[in-house]
């Protein structure tokens, strides 16, 4: 998991009992917990001691849930104060660092290397230890075919997400040389349903979405109670769970929380939505397989199967024979409504045209998300038609378009107010 950004009891308590629940129904009895930075909320303004707060949330419910066992494991993000915050908000063993905020663990003959992607770059003594310790565990025998899990809060350059707010360029070419290495970050909160977020060149870079809320690409719209708006925030946790067998590793998506509601309500932000989820413990995608297969570097690269060379090609479809009606939206007005398309991965999008059909004035011309960040995905979309006229004719043409741009044939529909 990453970017849990607690503040107060009040806002997470509730939540984080809801989280380790499912989390529990999946792991009874996890061998680590991950938790990949940004822990608090801090912006250089003094919220340090939150991470006393973390602590006890999580403390709690591994008691209460008998993970008397489990290991926490915690990077430092962006929003996390300092390192000095970190040592003092938890149990040294969470956080065992020597002084940089990087560290090494090992949970059943597994090998864990955090690292502090805040100095990563600069940090020459980091680079070193990392190099170091990557290829000790590459070379031993005894670890053939077995993956190193490197944390580290921020993505790195050209990997997950087409490289959006990645950083750190010296950690991907640090990196290159060890195939074996899986990397799991956060910081972007960019959504885990898009198969970008799993990436393979030189090594399998994975991205763990958000506890908080998650982010999809800018540039699109989301149908909204008040209409379409500018959105690119959902109140939707994930997180990933994770395991490590003899000949591969399994990397389920799952959401925490993706109950469909706006990230802003009366025009306030809402992130912190309360439970019950009646969507906590379904899945964001299908479960990733990574195996390290070969005896050599390069052709354990050569069976990657997550690359650029191998994107999804397929195109969504519309599966009914009118996908596109003339409704009443709740308020009265008119709508077209978007009978879902489906597609072998995710239907990301729509673009949407709809024209007045006397003038060819545009009325909407907009790329409108599909809500694949909601479980379950609603079956429609109504895309409201500001101003209809009564008695006005309108064209309607709509595509549906996955995360990797492929787009199906358009749907096209002539209606009147």
Same mark, same amino acid.
Do not use: C
């Given at each position: ?11 997470? &308590? =509730? =939540?984080?009992?809801?989280?380790? &629940? ?26 340090? #001691? ?5 602590? *006890? ?49 090992? !949970? =059943? ?5 955090? +690292? ?24 031993? #025998? ?5 993956? !190193? ?12 997400? &087409? ?12 990196? /290159?040389?060890?195939?074996?290495? !899986?990397?799991?970050? %956060? ?15 030189? @090594? ?30 959902? #109140? ?5 769970? !994770?395991?490590?067998?003899? &000949? ?36 964001? $995608?299908?479960?990733?397989? +990574? ?35 003339? +409704?009443?939206?709740?308020? $009265? ?26 003038? %060819?004035?545009?009325?909407?011309? /907009? =790329?409108?998300?599909?809500? @694949?960040? @909601? ?14 006229? *009564?008695? $006005? ?5 709509? +595509? ?18």
């Amino acid at each position: 998991m990453s970017d849990v950004h607690v503040g107060s009891h009040a806002s997470a &308590d =509730k =939540k984080y009992e809801s989280f380790f &629940d499912t989390i529990g129904s999946i792991f009874p009895q996890p061998d680590a917990i991950l938790s990949n930075g940004d822990m608090i909320n801090d912006n250089g303004d003094g919220k340090g #001691p939150d991470h006393r707060i973390v602590s *006890e949330i999580f403390q709690a419910n591994l008691a209460r849930k008998g993970m008397t066992d489990t290991r926490l494991l915690i990077s430092n993000g962006n929003h996390d104060a300092s390192l000095a915050a970190i040592r003092s908000g938890y149990p040294r063993a969470w956080f065992p660092d020597s002084g940089g905020g990087y560290y090494e663990s090992e !949970v =059943k003959g597994l090998h864990i290397l955090t +690292v502090n992607t805040e100095t990563y770059d600069s940090d020459t003594a980091q680079r070193t230890w990392l190099k170091q310790r990557l290829a000790a565990i590459t070379a031993d #025998p005894a670890h053939a075919g077995k993956p !190193v899990l490197v944390q580290g809060h921020r993505p790195t350059t050209g990997t997950t997400m &087409d490289g959006q707010q990645a950083s750190n360029p010296r950690l991907a070419e640090d990196l /290159s040389a060890f195939p074996q290495t !899986v990397l799991f970050s %956060g910081h972007s909160h960019l959504n885990i349903n898009d198969d970008r977020s799993i990436h393979q060149r030189d @090594f399998t870079s994975v991205n763990d979405g958000s506890m908080s809320y998650v982010g999809i690409d800018h540039g699109y719209q989301m149908v909204t109670e008040d209409g379409l708006a500018n959105r690119f925030e959902s #109140p939707t946790a994930q997180a990933l769970f !994770v395991e490590v067998h003899k &000949d591969r590793t399994e990397i389920a998506r799952v959401n925490m929380a993706a109950d469909k509601h706006d990230i802003y309500t009366g025009g306030q932000w809402s992130a912190s939505r309360q439970p019950p989820y009646a969507s906590a413990g379904t899945l964001s $995608g299908a479960t990733w397989t +990574v195996r390290l297969k070969g005896s050599t570097s390069g052709q354990i690269k050569d069976n990657f199967r997550y690359t650029d060379a191998e994107r999804n090609t397929v195109a969504p479809q519309f599966t009914t024979r009118r996908p596109l009606s003339r +409704v009443n939206d709740a308020k $009265g007005g008119t709508a077209l409504r978007i009978t879902q398309a489906e597609d072998d991965q995710m239907v990301h999008h729509y673009d949407v045209d709809t024209t007045d059909a006397a003038t %060819g004035a545009s009325v909407v011309s /907009s =790329k409108i998300l599909s809500d @694949f960040y @909601f479980a379950p995905r609603p079956n429609t979309l109504d895309i409201p038609v500001p101003g209809a006229a *009564e008695g $006005g004719r309108y064209a309607a043409r709509v +595509v549906a378009v996955d995360a990797y741009g492929n787009a199906s044939p358009a749907a096209s529909l002539t209606f009147r107010k």
